[in-house]
């Protein structure tokens, strides 16, 4: 019966499968973060209940860029949400009737298909500072939760 679940050389199989578990704990531990997303802020780039990676390693040697879509812890440690980074340090940004305007220019962003008219004042971004928001900007904007967030809160970037 042990020939059959450890195949001709138990030792060979066993080491495959240390190697195995050992690998699975680093890369679930401490590379990739599992999550689950709750809600259509992010629609049509991710859907209500899928579960999707945060790669965690994606900022180890360099720093979130616009565009990328980042896992943000909020509270807690299981408390994440998913955001696109639309604003980084040190620049202004506002949103009128919809569209994002970084140093008072324009954001194309390929990913946001339908636009509801947000208006959001002209304001500052510190340093280590980002501005996130959701891509489904149809939902109006009190609903849509957006806004100024740390690098510190940033635990990586999403893979698909």
Do not use: C
């Amino acid at each position: 019966m042990t020939h059959f679940i450890l195949g001709r050389n138990p030792r060979l199989t066993l080491i495959r499968a240390s190697a195995l578990i050992v690998s699975a704990i680093v890369l679930f531990g401490f590379v990739l973060l599992p999550v689950r997303l709750h809600g259509i802020s992010m629609l049509p780039t991710y859907s209500d209940g899928g579960l999707n990676f945060a790669n965690r390693a994606a900022y180890w040697w360099r720093e979130p860029a616009r565009g990328d879509a980042v896992a943000i812890r909020m509270a807690g440690e299981h408390v994440v949400y998913v955001k696109r980074i639309v604003g980084l340090p040190r620049e202004r940004i506002a949103i009128i009737a919809g569209v994002v305007l970084v140093n008072d220019e324009p954001l194309v962003e390929p990913a946001v298909v339908y636009k509801a008219p947000w208006n959001v004042p002209a304001f500052t971004l510190g340093n280590g500072d980002y501005f996130l928001i959701g891509d489904n900007r149809a939902m109006a904007a009190q609903n849509h939760d957006f806004g100024t967030t740390t690098r510190a809160r940033v635990v990586g970037k999403m893979l698909f």
